[in-house]
């Protein structure tokens, strides 16, 4: 199916990927260690921190994945959108200022497997090789989910040949992140992630007063088909079973384990700037969501050709084509190429940092230099690229499918791993190995049996959970400085309550005697608290 080859909006994508090239050609001259390319030398601030995020969290399946589930599915596509604004929330409030800490304390980490390594202490490397084995499995195939989106995308808006629009889409992507690294990704994710946000906003609108207002629209959808505004029923009709509704709301607990999304985390420049970038992701996401199931629910009176199959995916890409004028419609699917870019830029970095950091620094050149590593990780952009390229060659695949399986791999793996090593301290090294081990090779077993319905990510995050806490119970406890940085981490925290506690009070006005006597009876009770528990000075 092909949309158009109008020039205007082959003028907007080409302008678009020239300005992400610019930038990342921009900050290729500030790249000049490890730190600034994987980390941009944590100077992020709240709002490119929380739309880098966030943007590099929803790829290409917001736009065609979810508005095509939803065209299908009417509300039933919701669980995925409410288990996902809960597991977002939760990664904000509980993870985001408290890793952050920890990796500076921690060695100043700049991954996810060498925060692991100097958390523990760990001197035989295990820590570093074992979580950038299953980083580099389930990147390579979630990357090679943004390709096939791209794919998609160029074959559906320009007719291009399936393979021939991969290749394209992944080159552009791939010479951003080569050139300009962390720095790069992060601002072109901010600019990705605003396009985004307004185009998945105003499909949905334009195409409800078109209809003649949200009221009408909404009369026409139930008159369609009643049963999509029926939560619980399937798009065959049938009631959703209760292993069903946890298998959708379990993409919530995948948060926990995404290492391009905890990499934003440790970029912050401060945690005082958590509170502010929760707020902005929150907005972003709920909003989002909603708007992205919306538009596949609109779309099924909208349009007047039916959409089967997986093309439904396809149900933004049509409505924006036939709603809007060449110009526009051009720049709102650049959009999409946005939310693919945005994600796969991510991913290959991380995956990237992963085998110069984890691999080549820790088993072949131990004693490289940040200017070698630098240009390891851009080789290995490269041919991680190349294989994620040609395992996305079938025109065939789903993408959904796709990013659901790395998605529960990762959840699976890292997430307990990463939960019991920030809350728990007396998680020992080999508790955390084997909890990684036994939730990835959990994800990769259930996905071939596909055991009573249930998604994979369910068992491979339990089973990792039990299998870090036994291991670690029969371990013996961790030495006394890896429990001392625990506490410092700790400490850190009531000082930062007490700082913000002080900086609200400035900011308010005057309040009455009895209401400020209770706001600092709450905060010295929470201290207090925090004292006795931890054991301050």
Known sequence: MTLTNDLMIINAFVLYIGCMMAIGVYYYRQTKNMSDYFLGNRRLGAWVTSLSAEASDMSGWMLMGVPGFAYLAGLNAG??????????????QFVAARLRRYTELAGNALTLPEFLQNRYKDTSNLLRIVPAIFILIFFILYTS?????????????FGL?????????????????????????????????????????LVPTCAAMYLGGFG???????????????????????????????????????????????????????????????????????????????????????????????DAEKVFLVMTNELFPPIVAGVVLSAV??????????????????????????????????????WISRASVLIIASIAVYLGFNPNSFILDMVAYAWAGFGAAFGPALLMSLFWKRTTRRGVIAGIIVGGITVLVWKQFELFGLYEIVPGFIFSFIAI???????????????????????????????????SKKKQPAETTSRRLRGRARVLARLLCLSLKFKLP
Not at 84 to 89: H, K, N, V
Not at 145 to 157: D, N, Q
Not at 168 to 191: C, K, N
Not at 257 to 270: D, N, W, Y
Request: proline share 3%; charged share 15%; glycine share 8%.
């Open 79 to 92: 669980w995925i959108a409410v288990g996902i604004a809960i597991g977002t929330w939760a990664n904000w």
């Open 469 to 503: 806490y036994i291991v670690s119970k029969i371990d013996s406890e961790p030495d006394k400085d890896i429990l001392e940085t625990f506490e410092k981490v700790n400490k850190s925290k009531i000082l930062f309550l007490w700082r913000k506690e002080k900086v």
């Open 145 to 157: 989910s943004g390709f096939v989106s791209a794919g998609r995308l160029f074959e559906t808006v």
């Open 337 to 374: 190429l946005a939310a693919i870019m945005s994600t796969a830029s991510s991913q290959l970095l991380v995956a990237a940092s992963a085998f110069a950091q984890d691999f080549y620094k820790t088993l072949i050149r131990k004693d490289a230099d940040q200017t070698e590593l630098v």
């Open 161 to 201: 040949d399936f393979q021939l629009a991969i290749i394209l889409g992944a080159g552009s992507v791939v010479f951003y992140t080569l050139i300009g690294g962390f720095l790069a990704v992060s601002r072109t994710d901010f600019i990705q992630g605003v396009m985004m946000f307004f185009a998945i906003l």
């Open 216 to 310: 009408e629209t909404i009369n026409a959808i139930s008159n369609f088909k009643a049963s999509m505004f029926d939560p619980f029923l399937k798009p065959d009709g049938s009631q959703i079973g209760f292993i069903e509704v946890v298998s959708l709301l379990a993409w919530g607990i995948g948060y926990f384990g995404q290492p391009h999304i905890l990499v934003r985390f440790m970029a912050v420049k401060s945690t005082s700037e958590i509170p502010q970038a929760t707020r902005i992701a929150m907005t972003w996401v709920i909003l989002s969501l909603a708007a992205a199931v919306a538009v596949g629910m609109v779309g099924t009176v909208y349009l007047k050709t039916p959409l089967e199959g997986t």
